[in-house]
């Protein structure tokens, strides 16, 4: 009786789907190792439910089809390989019109402080039409992974 009242609980929970993409050695890897997630498995956080793929080699027909209902996309770039050619295709995706952005800047500790400014140039933000937040990492140390995922919880 009690398993069935839970199960009928968190069935009720409501999640959004959120995927994690990036450029090869970016450091999804390491923030997948960091916070002990699986690639390909559904983790959580919050409100937020998230599978990471690694969608960077992935036709662009075939990419779109990854991003049913999904409410957020986190993408992970490495500080010092900020091209934007694939955060801007996605942003341009039907499918992701209403969802929210975290940019996630990682290695920043292998680096000088970078200029917020200047990546947001790099990264043509401005062409972003979705909510979006650039945020400093280290998937290594945790710096600055949470504070991002509290942003995307709440801009949902």
Known sequence: MMNSAFGTL???????????VGHPLSGKKS???HYQLCPDEFSYYKSLKFNIWD?????APIMQYYF?????????????NL???????????EELQN??????INKVDLTTEPN???IQNKLQTEKIKQKWRIQMCSAKTGLGV???LEWLDKNL
């Open 146 to 148: 949470w504070e991002g």
């Open 83 to 93: 091209n934007s050619e694939l955060l801007l295709k996605l942003s341009n995706y």
């Open 55 to 59: 969608l960077f080699n992935k036709d």
């Open 10 to 20: 968190v069935s009720k929970i409501k999640y959004n789907q959120c995927v994690m």
């Open 99 to 104: 969802a929210s952005f975290l940019i996630l």
């Open 116 to 118: 917020i400014i200047e």
């Open 31 to 33: 923030l997948m190792q």
């Open 68 to 80: 049913t209902n999904v409410k957020a996309v986190i993408f992970v770039y490495e500080i010092i």
